[in-house]
């Protein structure tokens, strides 16, 4: 895909709830940025971040859990350790039973991210493994940065 037809990064704007991500000295690639792999924790930090924080779940106790089933990540430019950065989370799409999730990377003091992305959660009953529908107070909090 050529300059011309990638779309822009999008800004700190386009996202309605912002965490801070701080990176670490191992998050250093031998190319000495942050490695591609990284941003997948900071997103699903973010995500359960956001989940703990505004819609009331306890990871280690919740009898409805979500799990990815999908995720992407565009790169739009290096950063590395120590820069100070946080992530923008909003909601593209919120169905009976799945949400996706859509997350930019940020450093501190810029409006472009530096990279962005989805995941998407199926939420399940933890021990059936079965899809569900997603429990209220979630479905709330998730439904306050839904953007579709």
Not at 1 to 22: E, G
């Amino acid at each position: 895909m050529s300059d011309a037809t990638r779309p822009a990064p999008p800004r700190l704007a386009d996202y309605p709830w912002h965490t801070p991500i701080l990176t670490r000295w191992a998050d250093n690639d031998l190319y000495g940025h942050v490695n591609n792999m990284t941003y997948y924790g900071f997103f699903d930090t973010a995500i359960g971040t956001y989940l703990m924080q505004e819609g009331g779940l306890d990871p280690w106790k919740a009898e409805v859990i979500g799990l990815v089933i999908e995720n992407g990540c565009r790169f739009h430019r290096s950063v590395a350790f120590p820069d100070r950065l946080h992530a923008g989370v909003r909601v593209g799409h919120l169905g009976r039973s799945s949400v996706r999730y859509e997350v930019g990377i940020f450093k501190d003091g810029e409006e472009g991210a530096v990279a962005d992305g989805h995941f998407v959660h199926v939420f399940v009953e933890r021990k059936a493994q079965r899809p569900v529908p997603i429990p209220e107070p979630i479905r709330r909090a998730l439904a306050a940065i839904r953007t579709d």
